[in-house]
């Protein structure tokens, strides 16, 4: 059973930077796509950005294209989520979750194992 656990975030001004960090433990099978994903109080959780643990292909919202990044680091099973250009729109609870259906997808039903998320916090 894959588990992940989410920390990095914070409160930081508009214009400013964050990484998230994602701990993975239990079993990844090279398949597994790990992908970030946010919600906004009172929103749908909406899909962010995602990797391919085996290829370390990536993909964007097109929200965040240009400003965020995401990493991994198989040794060290970690997933990261650079973020730069913060902006107000950006304030959310952040998950990371785990794909293992080998598809790149952006719905989030096909994203499981979620974390207990980490608070984003952009102030103008």
């Known amino acids: 059973q894959v588990q992940l656990v989410e920390s990095g975030g914070g409160l930081v001004q508009a214009g400013g930077s964050l990484r998230l960090s994602c701990a993975v433990s239990?079993?990844?099978?090279?398949?597994?796509?790990m992908g970030w994903f946010r919600q906004a109080p009172g929103k749908e959780r909406d899909f962010v950005s995602a990797i391919s643990w085996s290829s370390g292909s990536t993909y964007y919202a097109d929200s965040v294209k240009g400003r965020f990044s995401i990493s991994k680091d198989n040794a060290k099973k970690m997933v990261y989520l650079q973020m730069n250009s913060l902006e107000p729109e950006d304030t959310a609870v952040y998950y990371c979750?785990?794909?293992?259906?080998?598809?790149?997808?952006?719905?989030?039903?096909?994203?499981?194992?979620w974390g207990q998320g980490t608070q984003v916090t952009v102030s103008s």
């Open positions: 979750g785990a794909n293992p259906t080998g598809v790149q997808t952006i719905h989030r039903n096909m994203y499981q194992n």
């Open positions: 239990g079993r990844i099978i090279s398949n597994y796509d």
